[in-house]
């Protein structure tokens, strides 16, 4: 696909042809090596997808059941194959319907082009029927975004967009055309975008910044690394991984950076953060050197600022300068593409262990596993928990399964339990936390790496969020796994008014629907489990079917997630119980 | 670094776009820090335009302003200044009836003190235009207070730095990989 629409383009780009705006916006994602993109008709942008349908065999188009989820699918999409996601949507109610997937997007930085229908050019500012201004909309919550009024701007504009999408750090792109843009005709060429003077997305990496880095690396004597995305979207693990084992340094992960590595190496010392593992959190309190690699001190990572690693040292591996003293300042910033600085800083650091320290990790690891994890994962008690459900699923899948969770509690245990043998493997909602993101993320990871298994760990709440993306799903037969851990509660929300609010549950008891019968209406083969006896081959069942299947697990209703640190309380203050 | 609010000057070099303003403006209201005044214009390099934007907040914040303003693809370069570093001025436009002009001798006498310059006069009434600093501004806007003031309109701060900006050596060197 990739070489045929190389070709393409070659041919393209050596003679102009008179085309319509629309047709130039799929010969553009063609020559962008688009194959697939998710979307919505309506009104404004029936031009566009006119051509879709006499492209369709080159440029598959998914139809959702909300535009929602057509961002939601381009970010899987996006973030298992390293590719820029494209959703596509009409003007008005369907631009404002993609709202939610780019602040997710910008905030996640996932590589995704948006591309919106508009009133005609003339129309612009009369409140039009399904007039939005939906670039003034998105401003905030883009890396980028544009208006087209004229079909002659349309190559330009898209090279820009998917350049702009996937450089430096990746994030969403808008581009609303006017109806008349996609109507008028022009001499069509493309040329690729390979820069913009007032953008410069990898910074220049000082070779001083890369001494005083290592040099501190050098001396530590309790060095921990805490590492994100910045690692994946840098397509560094080889260079991580290489850096880790040379240093000997005890290496923990915020939820979007795990699968970096694989999650049994041996200095992987877990997850940090509000839900993370306990000897990480605390011990961040206690190193003396802490090398940030490709993160960005997310709340949720840090509890109080105040608290946070005062004591030690701090390096910050970073492609983009404004995070560099953002929410932690730091002794020294290594601004660079981690690819590139990691392999710079490999031979100037030295071979060590760190024995002793990394045992710190493994004592506070028992008395979690103790306290926590038994009782997670070997259960005693008769109800079901979340997380022996993700420990058949790792085993069933012998851990080289996607991940795609929502928000809520299903999302911190799939996360804290999931293992991955291989990068690019744990979707979820990191920062804005979209409830609703998993069904069609799912589907999204599923035609973005079909070779792969991929299964949707989904609350009872976020799954009636976006449920209507089983019509696509029965649909397009895509097959993929859909597990609802149901406890009949917005159980994250439940837990925090238990802790906080006296137990007053306002709200969040939900009386749901038969999902079984659901999923059935589409046509996707389900199963409800309520006993133990039955989960393990109900899991394998469901990893075994070629096609989609969603279950449904029945979980204790008021369990809790733990350790947790409350919010604005101190990492090193993470409880147990 | 220093906690302490002050008056910052923030000068950011971007391409001539529409909705840049929006992209601009929207990092403050993001961060919910007020702007006391914005002016843009071209700069002098042709095609690229310059916001002068003053706010008074902390040094630690200025910082991330300036730095998430650099992040934007169409700002070229954004920088920061404190009073100390830059020559700043402000331009104000006062509306007056013509009477008082004729009438009042201390009205000429308010002009002539405050080396403001008349723009216009026509029998209604008279245009004065007066640049300098804030208080200067102020000061003659309370001196005509008394005789009539019809309208009144001030400009944001414009300002140049006492340091050279290197935005022209910036574009210069920029080359597509
Ligand atoms: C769109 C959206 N609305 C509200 C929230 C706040 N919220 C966070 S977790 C949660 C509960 C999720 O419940 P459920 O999907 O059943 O998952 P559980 O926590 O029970 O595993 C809510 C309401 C959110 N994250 N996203």
Redesign the interface.
């Known amino acids: 696909m990739a070489t045929q629409a190389r070709a393409i383009e070659k041919q393209l780009t050596d003679k102009p042809m008179r085309v319509s705006g629309a047709e130039a916006v799929i010969r553009s994602l063609l020559a962008e090596d688009v194959d697939i993109l998710y979307g919505y008709p309506g009104g404004a942008i029936m031009p566009i997808y006119d051509e879709l349908y006499k492209f369709q065999d080159k440029l598959q188009h998914i139809l959702t059941r909300h535009e929602q989820g057509a961002t939601h699918s381009a970010q899987g999409f996006a973030r298992v194959s390293g590719r820029v996601g494209v959703a596509m949507a009409t003007s008005g109610p369907g631009a404002t319907n993609l709202v939610t997937g780019i602040a997710d997007a910008q905030i996640d930085s996932t590589p995704m082009v948006c591309i919106t229908g508009q009133v005609p050019r003339h129309l612009l500012g009369s409140d039009a029927f399904q007039e939005t201004d939906i670039v003034g909309i998105c401003t905030p919550v883009t890396k980028w975004s544009y208006q087209i009024t004229e079909a002659s701007e349309i190559p330009e504009i898209i090279a820009k967009a998917f350049y702009i999408a996937k450089s430096g750090r990746p994030g969403p792109v808008l581009i609303d055309i006017t109806k008349n843009a996609q109507i008028e005709e022009f001499d069509f060429s493309y040329k690729k975008c390979t820069g913009i003077r007032s953008y410069k997305p990898v910074p220049k990496v000082d070779t001083s910044a890369l001494e005083s880095a290592a040099e501190l690396i050098n001396a530590a004597k309790k060095p921990m690394i805490v590492w994100g995305q910045g690692v994946i979207l840098g397509r560094a693990e080889e260079e991580f991984k290489a850096f880790v084992e040379k240093t000997g340094i005890p290496a923990a992960w915020t939820i979007m950076g795990v699968s970096a590595i694989p999650s049994d190496h041996p200095l992987n010392v877990g997850m940090v953060g509000m839900h993370g593992n306990y000897g990480p959190n605390v011990l961040t309190n206690e190193c003396d050197l802490l090398l940030a690699i490709g993160m960005r001190f997310d709340d949720r990572v840090t509890g109080s600022l105040n608290t946070y690693a005062k004591q030690a040292k701090i390096v910050h591996f970073e492609i983009d300068p404004a995070e560099i003293n953002k929410n932690v300042p730091v002794d020294v910033g290594v601004l660079g593409d981690v690819k590139e600085t990691l392999a710079k800083v490999l031979p100037m650091v030295q071979a060590n262990s760190h024995t002793s320290w990394l045992e710190e990790f493994h004592k506070r690891d028992k008395i979690e596993f103790e306290q926590v994890i038994k009782n997670d994962l070997h259960p005693t008690k008769e109800g079901l928990t979340m997380g022996e459900v993700l420990k058949l699923i790792n085993q069933e899948t012998k851990q080289e399964a996607v991940i795609v969770s929502d928000v809520g509690q299903h999302q911190m245990i799939a996360c804290r339990y999931a293992k991955f043998n291989q990068s690019k493997s744990n979707i979820t909602s990191g920062g804005l936390g979209t409830m609703g993101f998993a069904l069609p993320a799912a589907i999204g990871a599923k035609m973005g790496a079909p070779e792969r298994e991929v299964v949707a760990i989904i609350g009872d709440g976020g799954y009636q969020m976006t449920i209507q993306e089983l019509g696509t799903i029965f649909q397009t037969k895509v097959p993929v796994k859909i597990v609802v851990l149901n406890n009949d509660f917005l159980g994250m929300v439940r837990q925090w008014q238990q802790l906080f609010f006296d137990k007053r549950y306002a709200s969040t008891e939900m009386v749901n629907p038969d999902f079984v019968k659901i999923a059935e209406g589409y046509h996707i083969q389900a199963k409800r489990v309520e006993k133990r006896e039955d989960l393990e081959s109900a899991v394998k069942e469901m990893i075994q079917s070629k096609e989609a299947y969603f279950l449904e697990v029945c979980v204790e209703k008021e369990d809790n997630v733990f350790p947790m640190i409350p919010s604005g309380a101190s990492v090193s203050d993470v409880r147990l119980s | 670094m220093s906690e302490e609010n002050k008056t910052f000057t923030i000068s950011v070099y ?2 001539n776009m ?2 840049l303003l ?2 601009v403006s ?1 990092i403050f ?2 961060r919910h820090i007020n702007i006391e005044s914005l002016t843009t214009s071209q700069s002098e390099i042709e095609g690229v335009n310059r916001f002068v934007i003053v706010v008074n907040t902390t040094e630690q914040w200025v ?2 302003i300036v ?2 303003l ?2 934007q ?4 370069r954004a920088y920061y200044h404190t009073d100390e570093e830059t020559i700043y001025q402000e331009s104000a436009l006062y509306k007056v009836k013509s009477d008082s002009l004729f009438e009042q001798r201390q009205v000429q006498n308010i002009i002539k003190d405050s080396h403001a310059k008349i723009v216009t006069v026509s029998k209604e009434f008279f245009v004065i235009e007066k640049t300098g600093f804030r208080h200067e501004t102020e000061q003659l806007y309370n001196d005509l207070i008394p005789y009539g003031l019809m309208q009144f309109v001030r400009s944001g701060r414009i300002s140049v730095t006492k340091e050279a900006m290197q935005v022209s050596s910036l ?1 210069n060197g ?4």
């Open positions: 971007t391409e529409v909705g929006n992209r929207g209201l993001k910082k991330r730095g998430q650099e992040k693809i169409d700002v070229i574009i920029f080359q597509p990989v």
